[in-house]
């Protein structure tokens, strides 16, 4: 079981940025791939980026390359979301999760309770 608790949203104009972190529990985090999705009111959840375990390969959803960037310290349990350029439509709930292969299977079986991001215009 892993334990995953995010921080670091808020409201910001666009433009601005953010950083989101995700803090996980347990021994076995650098074994894990994470990814980071979001979900807009009245919109389905949708991936945004993922790392795999050792950090050698990210994936971006088209809409955010090139301003975000996904970033993991496996000493500390942690997984970031470096948010640059925001826009009105990056307004979300962002959810961290958990693949529990170092390669990334795309199937993710545990998840944070979210983190509010909003982008004023």
């Known amino acids: 079981q892993v334990l995953l608790v995010e921080s670091g949203g808020g409201l910001v104009q666009a433009g601005g940025s953010l950083r989101l972190s995700c803090a996980a529990s347990?021994?076995?985090?650098?074994?894990?791939?994470m990814g980071w999705f979001r979900q807009a009111p009245g919109k389905e959840r949708v991936f945004v980026a993922s790392?795999?375990?050792?950090?050698?390969?990210?994936l971006y959803a088209e809409s955010v390359k090139g301003r975000f960037t996904i970033s993991r310290d496996n000493a500390k349990n942690t997984v970031a979301l470096q948010m640059n350029s925001l826009k009105p439509e990056d307004t979300a709930v962002y959810y961290c999760?958990?693949?529990?292969?170092?390669w990334g299977s795309g199937k993710y079986d545990y998840w944070g309770q979210g983190t509010q991001v909003t982008v004023s215009s």
């Open positions: 347990g021994r076995t985090f650098s074994y894990y791939t």
């Open positions: 999760a958990a693949d529990r292969t170092p």
């Open positions: 790392i795999t375990s050792s950090g050698g390969r990210t």
